[in-house]
């Protein structure tokens, strides 16, 4: 799987947009970009995934760069309840029916500011 | 529809204890998976079960053993707890051709 890169942490106003950005450079043609992120003390819960195309959801953007090397989550008017550890992840998709789980790194800490 | 479940939500073992942490999920799910999580770290893959049946392991296997009892259920057994075991248990599940993983609220362990 490709690696990424993501800050460690990041601050937000509230109200604002909140760009998560993630590096991934080794990226293969048939690997989506998926994002989850972890409120403290709880499961990961699953946000956005893409593979070239930007997609949109209830939650956030996802935008992936034209060479796909790299992308950025969007919340467009963050929260308190935003404050969490964003994991982006980089998946075949579907491998082996989705079996061999997930490599979650360290991610981005996301304060959101009041 | 409670999703993923796990219990128990908290425990303490004395090094040498064994015991059995529970999943089950109620979305009909194929794949399940265990997870721990220690301070500060991402998640590593314990085992994970692709159907009813079937056990794999995954990154950090050692110390644990798994039982998927049928499509709702899987659990994880430490059969003789260390402190290294100390962590946070994840439980999860996938629907299928997808990695939009639902996870259970976690089980915090704590050996002494």
């Known amino acids: 799987d490709a690696k990424t890169t993501q800050p460690p942490s990041m601050d937000c106003a509230e109200g604002r947009a909140a760009n998560l950005p993630c590096n991934h450079s080794t990226i293969s043609g048939n690997e989506y970009v998926y994002w989850y992120r972890q409120i403290h003390s709880q499961g990961p819960q699953y946000i956005i995934h893409g593979l070239k195309n930007n997609e949109t959801n209830e939650m956030a953007s996802l935008i992936i760069t034209e060479d796909r090397k790299s992308s950025t989550l969007i919340l467009p008017h963050a929260t308190l309840r935003d404050t969490a550890v964003y994991y982006c992840?980089?998946?075949?998709?579907?491998?082996?029916?989705?079996?061999?789980?997930?490599?979650f790194g360290k991610g981005t800490h996301l304060i959101i500011q009041p | 529809n409670a999703g993923v479940t796990q219990t128990p939500k908290f425990q303490v073992l004395k090094t040498g204890q064994s015991m059995t942490l529970q999943c089950a999920q109620d979305m009909n799910h194929n794949s399940m998976y265990w997870y721990r999580q220690d301070p500060g770290m991402g998640l590593r893959l314990i085992y994970y079960s692709a159907s009813e049946g079937t056990t794999d392991k995954g990154e950090v296997p050692n110390g644990y053993n798994v039982s998927r009892l049928n499509k709702r259920e899987f659990s994880l057994r430490l059969e003789s707890a260390a402190p290294s075991q100390t962590s946070v248990y994840f439980c999860a599940t996938v629907p299928g051709y997808s990695y939009e993983q639902y996870f259970g609220p976690g089980t915090r362990l704590t050996v002494t």
């Open positions: 992840i980089v998946r075949v998709y579907g491998t082996g029916g989705g079996a061999d789980g997930l490599t």
